[in-house]
């Protein structure tokens, strides 16, 4: 990066100004500072995906200048566990779409997602649209089902054999485990997924307000 003295003189700030904004984004890891040196922006900074702020794993890669790419495992209408139901909000015996599908970007495989879609809603969607458009582009494009909001809920986890293979890394290796119910316009139910995600490639992000 431009040098504290190159940055007053462009911007036409003071250096203390300079420096409590250099301070803030090393404390938010987007800069690296190395005595001597200078100022590096943090290649963690350039690779990590901040969960929290996006609801589109397609967009978010795109906004980062990475290639993302979307891989369907399996393609199934399924009698879905009583739990998956109940996220749904379905009846019981209603048939759901079950996909599984590996995300990566840059080559790299970050997330396996379980997603469970009802089936009646979605009765156009065929496997060959999922392997090669996102998902809620087909919502909206397919079936005037545009995403309103999203509930999701991140915890700590422990990858086990089958999901670390997906992803590439050592079973047992540090994961997150994600789970996100999304509502379209009429606050309806659209899709429940389930994922783990590799926590050497994702950060989470809350901005508090006072209230």
């Given at each position: 990066?431009?040098?504290?003295?190159?940055?007053?003189?462009?911007?036409?700030?003071?250096?203390?100004?300079?420096?409590?904004?250099?301070?803030?984004?090393?404390?938010?890891?987007?800069?690296?500072?190395?005595?001597?040196?200078?100022?590096?922006?943090?290649?963690?900074?350039?690779?990590?995906?901040?969960?929290?702020?996006?609801?589109?794993?397609?967009?978010?890669?795109?906004?980062?200048?990475?290639?993302?790419?979307?891989?369907?495992?399996t393609y199934e209408?399924?009698?879905?566990?009583?739990?998956?139901?109940?996220?749904?909000?379905?009846?019981?015996?209603?048939?759901?779409?079950?996909?599984?599908?590996?995300?990566?970007?840059?080559?790299?495989?970050l997330m396996l997602?379980?997603?469970?879609?009802?089936?009646?809603?979605?009765?156009?969607?065929?496997?060959?649209?999922?392997?090669?458009?996102?998902?809620?582009?087909?919502?909206?494009?397919?079936?005037?089902?545009?995403?309103?909001?999203?509930?999701?809920?991140?915890?700590?986890?422990?990858?086990?054999?089958?999901?670390?293979?997906?992803?590439?890394?050592?079973?047992?290796?540090?994961?997150?485990?994600?789970?996100?119910?999304?509502?379209?316009?009429?606050?309806?139910?659209?899709?429940?997924?389930?994922?783990?995600?590799?926590?050497?490639?994702?950060?989470?992000?809350?901005?508090?307000?006072?209230?």
């Amino acid at each position: 990066m431009l040098s504290e003295r190159q940055i007053v003189a462009q911007f036409q700030v003071s250096r203390n100004t300079v420096r409590q904004a250099l301070s803030q984004l090393e404390t938010l890891g987007y800069v690296q500072r190395i005595h001597g040196k200078g100022t590096f922006v943090a290649q963690t900074a350039q690779q990590l995906t901040i969960l929290g702020e996006y609801y589109s794993f397609t967009e978010q890669m795109k906004a980062l200048g990475r290639k993302p790419k979307t891989q369907l495992l399996t393609y199934e209408i399924v009698n879905p566990s009583f739990d998956v139901l109940k996220a749904l909000q379905l009846p019981a015996n209603a048939a759901a779409i079950y996909l599984k599908r590996l995300r990566l970007a840059d080559g790299i495989p970050l997330m396996l997602e379980h997603t469970y879609l009802p089936a009646q809603k979605f009765s156009g969607l065929t496997a060959d649209k999922v392997a090669h458009r996102p998902l809620y582009e087909l919502f909206r494009t397919e079936f005037n089902e545009a995403f309103h909001f999203a509930d999701e809920s991140i915890s700590a986890t422990v990858l086990n054999e089958e999901d670390a293979t997906f992803l590439v890394v050592p079973t047992g290796s540090a994961g997150m485990h994600l789970k996100r119910t999304t509502y379209d316009q009429k606050n309806n139910i659209i899709e429940y997924t389930i994922s783990v995600a590799r926590s050497d490639q994702f950060i989470y992000k809350v901005r508090y307000g006072k209230r």
